[in-house]
């Protein structure tokens, strides 16, 4: 999600953290009130700063989660989930995306337009 759209989505964002501890995630970090906030990531030359929505500790092994929900600021996502999926291999760490009802289809044809066809989608 775009840092716009979070305060409108707040429940989905909580759903998609209970969906996450109970498949056995742990020391869940959230962009959003009553968790801590997980690593921002500033862009050279610009302004705003790149942060996941969810991360998450699994087995020893870290996790980026970013919810996919139609937006109109489409190349903003995109450039976000590049750089997640990028930042996610360099560490040996692993990058999903969390998506629901009604948004499956914006999120495939996302995830074709920036070459991520290996990612399935988590659906809620």
């Known amino acids: 999600m775009v840092k716009v759209e979070k305060s ?8 998609s ?6 498949t ?3 020391n869940i970090k959230a962009d959003m009130e009553g968790y801590e906030t997980p690593k921002s990531y500033s862009r050279k030359g610009k302004e705003d700063n790149i ?15 970013d919810i996919s929900l139609k937006s109109p600021k489409t ?3 995109k450039s976000k989930w590049l750089f997640l999926d990028t930042l996610s291999r360099m560490n040996s760490n692993r990058f ?8 499956y289809k914006f999120t495939d044809s996302m995830l074709e337009d ?3 066809t290996n990612k399935t989608p988590i659906k809620i």
């Not at 999903?96 to 948004?103: A, E, F, L, Q």
């Open 75 to 77: 190349r903003l996502l």
């Open 96 to 103: 999903r995306i969390i998506t629901t009802r009604g948004h």
């Open 24 to 26: 056995g995630f742990e």
């Open 114 to 116: 920036i070459n991520l």
């Open 17 to 22: 953290i209970q969906h996450l501890e109970a």
């Open 8 to 15: 409108e989505n707040i429940e989905f964002l909580e759903k």
């Open 51 to 65: 942060t996941p929505d969810i991360v998450a500790i699994k087995n020893g092994r870290k996790y980026y989660f």
